[in-house]
């Protein structure tokens, strides 16, 4: 019977057969739904799921690869999948988890999934542009480049703050996600001064607005999965 506590042993996914943590990571996205995962397990495998959407999308944007965005697709159906199957999990182990810890578990899936809808908004984004062959301007690119960037960032910290809650990390993450806040804002304010200078593409506008907009309730839903995190190392203290 698998353990249902939660993060009882942060290292116990380390496996002898693989050469470091990071190739340990690597495979996560490939994890298939199974009984056999434990809750934290299921969070680790849903972030890197997410951790791979992220990088295909960031480079969505220059050029589109059917065949990447088809598997983010699959990527985002899969995390869907892992929310249901962790939630239920959860919902079972209620009893030994604790009602405190329980609280604040519970809401991680969910959060997740909604990161994954996130992204499955800017993928239609990428695709409605590059079926309408909508361009965006240079300085466009680079402002969602410098934010992927920091997305992929957040989002490597956040996973590994789940396999060991680090107060110094999760301070961090508050950081990034205060900055991120700012560089959205920014790039928003940027779009709109190109709009009014004429630098922008009418179609390009709502795709932009568009991806801003998922890539704020995203960086949201990150700080709130990081509060959480927070308040459960003060659970155990």
């Known amino acids: 019977m698998k353990d249902q506590r939660i993060f009882a042993s942060p290292f116990r996914m380390m496996s002898p057969k693989l050469d470091s943590e990071a190739d340990r990571f690597k495979e996560l996205h490939e994890a298939q739904v199974s009984d056999a995962h434990t809750p ?6 849903m972030i890197s799921k997410l951790v791979e959407m992220s990088k295909i999308l960031s480079k969505s944007f220059v050029a589109t690869d059917p ?3 088809s598997l983010c697709d699959r990527l985002a159906e899969e995390v869907h999948k892992w929310e249901s199957a962790i939630t239920k999990d959860l ?3 209620q ?3 604790g009602h405190n810890v329980f609280k604040l578990v519970v809401r991680f899936p969910v959060r997740l ?3 994954g809808d996130m992204f499955q908004n800017i993928l239609t984004c990428t695709r409605i542009k590059a079926r309408e062959s909508i361009p965006f301007s240079d300085k466009a690119l680079a402002e969602l480049d410098a934010i ?4 992929l960032e957040m989002l490597t910290n956040v996973r590994d703050a789940i396999v060991i809650r680090n107060v110094v990390l999760l301070a961090h993450i508050r950081a990034q996600r205060e900055r991120l806040a700012q560089m959205l804002l920014d790039a928003r304010f940027a779009h709109w001064e190109r709009v009014e200078a004429g630098f922008c593409s009418p179609q390009a506008s709502p795709i932009y607005l568009d991806i801003l907009d998922s890539l704020t309730a995203t960086n949201e839903y990150l700080g709130k999965i990081c509060e959480s995190l927070l308040a459960m190392s003060d659970e155990e203290e």
């Open 95 to 97: 009893s030994t988890i």
């Open 67 to 69: 065949e990447r965005l």
């Open 91 to 93: 919902i079972a182990a």
């Open 40 to 45: 934290e397990e299921g969070f680790l495998i």
């Open 113 to 115: 999934e909604r990161i």
């Open 148 to 151: 992927f960037r920091l997305l």
